[in-house]
């Protein structure tokens, strides 16, 4: 259930690809037949990813809402990036949305366009009516991509600002 936009594919990592995307990115990339120049995963963001996967895994029917998706250049076949819902919908219908990009990509558009499928998306899925996303106020990049993407500034609280997305 991959999805295609203009200039991407986003990808839904199943548990043995996340597996092998966080531990030996050498199989990951024979398995896919692709290359991988997403965001450097190997400290924090690591361990993210690493929590992702085990609700992935300990919650299999709910698993698209922790999977991972990365996304690909359809021109040159090459991982950018990645994005996800973070959790199942909350008693409100709202879910939680990250990203990242490898910066050699960044302000060309791809992530604008990524996090629109995603939201598309989310709302096809049961019990989902809001998504809300978190940045840092001093991610600007982040924020233009939220606000190109119609999301609102709905609350701030020391560095960190949160955007809300209405269906």
């Known amino acids: 259930m991959n999805l295609i936009t203009n200039r991407l594919e986003l990808i839904p990592l199943s548990i043995i690809e996340f597996d092998y995307?966080?531990?030996n990115l050498t199989l990951?990339?024979?398995?896919?037949?692709?290359?991988?120049e997403g965001e450097d995963f190997q400290n924090a963001l690591h361990h993210i990813f690493s929590k992702q996967l085990d609700l992935m895994i300990t919650h299999p029917h709910d698993s698209i809402f922790f999977a991972l998706w990365v996304i690909k250049k359809q021109v040159n076949q090459?991982?950018?990036g990645s994005l996800c819902?973070?959790?199942?919908?909350?008693?409100?219908g709202e879910i939680e949305i990250g990203y990242g990009i490898n910066p050699r990509h960044q302000n060309m558009g791809f992530m604008t366009e990524a996090v629109n499928a995603l939201c598309q998306f989310g709302y096809t899925l049961p019990g989902v009516?809001?998504?809300?996303?978190?940045?840092?106020?001093?991610?600007?990049a982040s924020q233009k991509v939220l606000l190109k993407n119609h999301f609102i500034l709905s609350?701030?609280?020391?560095?960190e600002y949160c955007y809300t997305h209405q269906k």
């Open 21 to 23: 995307l966080l531990n």
């Open 28 to 36: 990951f990339e024979k398995n896919l037949s692709i290359k991988y």
């Open 78 to 80: 090459v991982i950018i």
């Open 85 to 92: 819902f973070k959790d199942v919908p909350n008693k409100n």
């Open 129 to 140: 009516h809001q998504i809300i996303a978190k940045t840092s106020r001093k991610n600007i």
């Open 155 to 159: 609350d701030s609280s020391g560095d």
